[in-house]
C-alpha cells in the first residue's frame, strides 16, 4: 500500500502535464511537416516508402517527451503512467499532422491525392479521409511501439516504479 507521499510523487499535475503533452505532440507533429513538405521540395513527396522515417521522428518526440516525464518525477518513471501518457502524445501528433495531410490533400495537392489513387494498392479508395483515418492509426500503431520499446529501456536504465 502506497502512501499520500509516494503516490503524489508519481503523479505530476495535470496543470503541467497537459500542457507538456500537447508541446510535445506538436513539436513531433511539426517535425512530421517540416519532413513532408522537404520531401514536397525535392518531389519525393509521392515515394510513398519514406514514410518509413516518419517512425523515427515519432521515436525522438517521445523519447523527449518520456525523459521530460522522468525529469519532472524526480529520475522515477510510473510504468503504466509513462506508456500511457506516451501512447496519448502518439495519438495528439497522428491526430495533428493527419489535419494537416487532410487539407493537404482535399485542398492544396489534388495532384499528389491522384497519383497514390492511381499507384497504391486499394488506390481507387482512397479520399483524403480515408487517407487521414490511416494516418492516425498508423501513427498511433507505431506510437504504442514506441513508447512501450522506451519506457521499458528507459525504465531499465534507471528505477521504474511498478504499479500494485
Known amino acids: 500500500m502506497c502512501d499520500g507521499r509516494t503516490f503524489k510523487l508519481f503523479h505530476m499535475n495535470s496543470t503541467k502535464l497537459i500542457p507538456l503533452i500537447t508541446r510535445y505532440a506538436g513539436f513531433t507533429s511539426l517535425a512530421l511537416l517540416v519532413y513532408f513538405l522537404f520531401m514536397k521540395l525535392l518531389n519525393l513527396s509521392t515515394v510513398?516508402?519514406?514514410?518509413f522515417l516518419n517512425f523515427f521522428i515519432m521515436f525522438i518526440g517521445i523519447r523527449y517527451f518520456i525523459l521530460r516525464l522522468k525529469k519532472e518525477n524526480n529520475g522515477t518513471l510510473d510504468y503504466l503512467q509513462s506508456l500511457a501518457?506516451?501512447?496519448?502524445v502518439a495519438v495528439l501528433t497522428s491526430v495533428l499532422f493527419s489535419a494537416f495531410m487532410f487539407t493537404y490533400l482535399s485542398y492544396i495537392d489534388?495532384?499528389?491525392?491522384?497519383?497514390?489513387?492511381?499507384?497504391?494498392?486499394?488506390?481507387?479508395?482512397?479520399?483524403?479521409?480515408?487517407?487521414?483515418?490511416?494516418?492516425?492509426?498508423?501513427?498511433?500503431?507505431?506510437?504504442?511501439?514506441?513508447?512501450f520499446a522506451l519506457v521499458q529501456f528507459m525504465g531499465r536504465e534507471n528505477k521504474v516504479a511498478q504499479a500494485d
Open 85 to 88: 501518457y506516451g501512447f496519448i
Open 110 to 147: 489534388h495532384a499528389m491525392l491522384e497519383h497514390l489513387q492511381l499507384n497504391q494498392p486499394f488506390g481507387e479508395y482512397l479520399t483524403p479521409g480515408s487517407a487521414a483515418v490511416v494516418l492516425i492509426l498508423e501513427g498511433s500503431a507505431s506510437g504504442a511501439i514506441i513508447a
Open 48 to 51: 510513398v516508402e519514406l514514410r
